[in-house]
C-alpha cells in the first residue's frame, strides 16, 4: 500500500490527476477493508485524496474528506498533535480555493 500511495503521490506532482485519483481511491478503500476508518493510515489516504480533488477543482469532496479526517484525529490525537494541525492546514487551504 505504501509503494501505490507514493506513486499516487507522483502522479499529482507530475499532474496525472485522474490516475492519481483512481490510485488513491484503491488505497483508500483498501485501508478501509484492511485496517478501520480511523486508522492514521487511513486518515493519510483521505488526506491524500483531498489533495488530488482539490487540484482537480472538486472542492466540495475535498471539503468533505478534509472536514472528516480532522474531526477525527481531533478525536483521537487531540487538538495539538502535529497530525491534527496538519489536517487543519490542509482544510483552510481547501476553504481558500
Known amino acids: 500500500m505504501i509503494s501505490m500511495s507514493h506513486l499516487a503521490i507522483m502522479y499529482r506532482l507530475q499532474g496525472k490527476l ?10 483508500l478503500e483498501t485501508r478501509e477493508r484492511l485496517l478501520r476508518a480511523d486508522h492514521p493510515d487511513t486518515l ?12 482537480q477543482g472538486k472542492l466540495a469532496q475535498a471539503e468533505d474528506l478534509e472536514t472528516r479526517v480532522l474531526e477525527t484525529r481531533e478525536r483521537i ?16 487551504s481547501a476553504y481558500q480555493r
Open 44 to 55: 493519510t489516504s483521505m488526506s491524500n485524496l483531498a489533495s488530488t480533488y482539490q487540484r
Open 77 to 92: 490525537l487531540g487538538v495539538d498533535h502535529p497530525d491534527t494541525l496538519n489536517s487543519m492546514s490542509s482544510l483552510a
Open 18 to 27: 485522474v490516475q492519481a485519483e483512481n490510485l488513491e481511491t484503491i488505497v
